[in-house]
């Protein structure tokens, strides 16, 4: 039986390894540019260089049933505050539903507003940059682990912190648009960070990204 255990401890270890090397060879970048061109991935988006020197990110994309001006404006509405994220309600909307149609007291929305990212809105982002029917770029600052909102602009970073930036790149496409979404990060003590970034946050942005790309899809189908 001592044996037996004994051998255990680096069977488990040699299958994690095994995985870990799968996923970063295999899954990882499948998962981290789903849907996007090799051009698009490899292409630079406004608000990549609001984050210097980044260790983290993510190019996704789909393409919509609607032109760009259709999909702007339930880009615009977005915010836990505001019209939700169109993904997994439960889990980033407090299992309030995403509006289902355009709403006009949310159209408006002015680089440097705050939307709610979390209900309550103890956490936001930041409306970073804005280019009506293009491009619209927002920006999270936050203190690991208390997850409280910092802002750069006030001094030098904490010693734990994640910024990034999620940005939202509208391009025509035949009579539907091309929607790229652009992930662009950077986190400290990355000893931390990183595996974290590896084993939870990518994943869980894959999962919510797919959903919102397949929700708004579904929006735009019904009201066009």
């Known amino acids: 039986m001592r044996e037996h255990r004994a051998m255990v401890g680096p069977a488990a270890v ?28 490899a292409r630079s988006y406004p608000g990549d260089e609001l984050i210097p020197s980044a260790d983290s990110g993510s190019t996704m994309a789909t393409t919509l049933p609607a032109p760009p001006s259709k999909v702007w404006p339930w880009l615009v509405q977005m915010g836990c505050d505001r019209g939700g994220w169109y993904s997994w309600d439960r889990l980033d909307n407090g299992g309030r539903p995403s509006a289902d149609r355009i709403v006009p007291q949310w159209q408006s929305l002015a680089a440097g507003q705050r939307l709610a990212s979390v209900p309550g809105g103890r956490a936001w982002f930041t409306v970073a940059v804005l280019v009506p029917e293009r491009t619209l770029v927002l920006r999270d600052d936050t203190r690991v682990p208390s997850g409280r909102p910092f802002d750069p602009a006030d001094g030098p970073a904490p010693r734990a912190f994640v910024s990034s930036v999620w940005g939202f790149h509208l391009e025509p496409a035949d009579a539907g648009t091309r929607l790229v979404v652009r992930t662009h990060g950077r986190s400290r003590p990355r000893v931390l960070t990183g595996p974290m970034d590896l084993l939870f946050w990518e994943p869980a942005h894959f999962v919510m990204q797919t959903r919102q790309f397949h929700n708004l899809r579904a929006r735009l189908r019904r009201t066009t």
């Open 14 to 41: 040699a299958s994690a390894a095994v995985a870990l090397v799968l996923h970063g060879l295999l899954l990882r970048p499948r998962m981290l540019t789903w849907g996007a061109t090799s051009e698009e991935a």
